[in-house]
């Protein structure tokens, strides 16, 4: 049977996972289904888990197991949906030999590393790999009938698996791609040398999209030979780290079939303590990099939902409000929607805990829903690294440089390259990319020097920073805060160049004391603050130095707060 229209309709905008320990505890889900009924509105959909590597036999009785709890969560207003959770491979690398109840594959099914061994993750190319998923999707959705089916981040050529797959099979098909005659031997020689550019890298990345991609068109034809408009979705892995792909959108195309249904994708690997809560700004400035790539995909993709992460779920890794501080971050650096973990059956923790972390998700819900409404009109704006038109032939398959991180956390305005902003600064890595075109490109554009700017920067270097920015954009930078206080400052700005919103996170654990916002262009005369914690309430606005500045005064922040001022006509 499959997923009704209507429900498959809009795709949810918080959502809750939970591991496949709950699908054999139903009492203890009946437990949470009490927290939701007293805090209605905290989620709309859950994520079960079930099967691992199973026969699509095994796969379907275990999505059986959970699929009893739907009348469970249709009382409480909350969709069914379903999460796979092992796809290539995940972790530890399997061992070939399989466990009762698992899917016997043939030897040829196999990854083989750069050195010409087996690895036991799939090969997403392998006839019997794509088979086998189909049939696994089929499984899934014929029992489960679930809203929306996400594939998980271990569908992936890279990071901490191989850094692609090298079988007599992806050879093949790579040459038959690139008309080249490689061998593994000097395809790896290529790939992993030390030359600063090399295109074949650009290229190696573009077929592993495609092997990607083939695999997840598996799941397209899976949901429509049922007739299933089942919502079909990627949680992906870092943005900025490119082994896997250049991009995901042929897998998201893949997704999305022929008649070109909108997907989700979910980017947020990583961060899985508050411990170090600065890992946040790192985080989610993959994050704004995946979501401006969305941006330009049209309607292609309808949810950017963040993976809060915190996995294997322990009350103490991360306190609700910590949370819930993440999400505001996520949000604002250009998702559209939550992914959230707190409770895994098999890590027992007080269910009085889940009920806090729902209530407080539930208190929250307004403020994330007027900031997500502020992220689906604007791009982030700021000043970005250019990254060079060579960034993907370089040896590290990765697009990440610390200045990023360092600039964001001082109080400058960071963006991404792919929301085209205004302005632009250089580094090391970022000049070693450059082409002839990029340098003309430059030469016509807004470039501010960052080299002097530490990663504690001087206040008159920051200063001065900030002047070079309001100099190179003829003084309609979207925003600038003078304050010596450690700040992740995101503003989202309209088409038009209008300031539609800003987002602050107090980056200290002190206060920041009353700080004096200088504002460009802002969609309205008109401010109001909002937060995790705090209704809608107006601002106080001045006017500026200029005609299209205005200085707006926001309360004190306590340590690690973080607010929203939203300009509204």
Known sequence: MAASADQSAVWPFIVIRHTGAINGNPKTFEQLIECHRRHPGACDEFWFAAGGRGTPDAVAKSCADFARFR?????????????????????????????????????????????????????????????????????????????????????????????????????????????????????????????????????????????????????????????????????????????????????????????????GIRPGAGYYMEAEPRGMVKKCLSVSREAERCRDYGDLVASVCYEQETYPRHVLHKSPGAIMTECALALASGCNSLSLYWFAADHPEPIEEYDRFVRTLGAARPYFERLAASVRRTRLGGVARFLGSAALEAPEFDLRDEKDFDLACAGIPVTVAEAKPKVWYLTEKSRAALTDSDRTLLAKSGVVDVADVGKYPLASRRARLLDDLDKATGGTFPIRIDACRPLRILPRVREDGSLDSVTILNLSIGDTDELKVRVRNPVSEKAYLQGVKQGLSPLAVERGASANERVVTIPNLTGWQVVTVFFEP
């Open 71 to 263: 009348p469970l969560c249709e009382e409480v207003g909350i969709a069914l949906s379903y999460q796979q959770g092992l796809t290539l491979g995940h972790g530890e690398a399997h061992d070939g030999k399989p466990k009762p109840g698992e899917q016997v594959f043939s030897d040829d099914v196999w990854q083989v590393g750069q050195d010409g061994k087996t690895i036991h993750f799939l090969c997403p190319r392998s006839p019997a790999v794509i088979a086998y998923e189909r049939a696994y999707a089929k499984a899934v959705i014929g029992t489960a009938n679930p809203a929306s089916y996400w594939l998980d981040d271990d569908l992936r050529l890279g990071v901490c698996k191989p850094n692609g797959c090298f079988c007599n099979r992806c050879i093949a098909a790579f040459n038959a791609k690139t008309g080249g005659r490689w061998t593994r031997e000097t395809l790896v020689a290529r790939l992993f040398s030390n030359a600063e550019r090399e295109p074949v890298r650009a290229a190696w990345l573009d077929f592993n999209a495609e092997s990607l991609a083939a695999y997840a068109a598996a799941v397209r034809q899976a949901a429509d030979e049922l007739n299933s408009p089942c919502r079909l979705a990627y949680q992906s892995v870092w943005a900025d780290t490119v082994y896997t792909a250049s991009s995901y959108r042929p897998l998201l195309e893949a997704l999305s079939g022929a008649e070109r249904k909108p997907v």
